[in-house]
Nanobody, 123 residues
């Protein structure tokens, strides 16, 4: 059974940092496309950052370029999203996802999802 479990969300002041973690079981992340997505109230889920399964290329949404970094630790079978210089508009529920074939950062292209973790950026 595949499980993705996020952690690391919370309340942070503008300009602060957080690191989200996503521990995987039932699959080996090294062989999968991985991604972080977010959904703010009243908005559609959007891709924040992804690593393609085909060539390992990395995608970042324009809104997070230079501030967020996606990574994975194959030994721990865990993926991360390091977030710096957080802004109130980064407030959302953040989800990790994995897929064996995805080459995009579209939510519909991912089969396996975590339950989400809340990130709130507010003073």
């Amino acid at each position: 059974q595949v499980q993705l479990v996020e952690s690391g969300g919370g309340l942070v002041q503008p300009g602060g940092s957080l690191r989200l973690s996503c521990a995987a079981s039932g699959l080996t992340l090294d062989y999968y496309a991985i991604g972080w997505f977010r959904q703010a109230p009243g908005k559609e889920r959007e891709g924040v950052s992804c690593i393609s399964s085909s060539d390992g290329s990395t995608y970042y949404a324009d809104s997070v370029k230079g501030r967020f970094t996606i990574s994975r630790d194959n030994a721990k079978n865990t993926m991360y999203l390091q977030m710096h210089s957080l802004k109130p508009e980064d407030t959302a529920v953040y989800f990790c996802a994995a897929d064996p074939l995805s080459k995009s950062c579209l939510p519909k292209a991912y089969d396996y999802w975590g339950q989400g973790t809340q990130v709130t950026v507010s003073s």
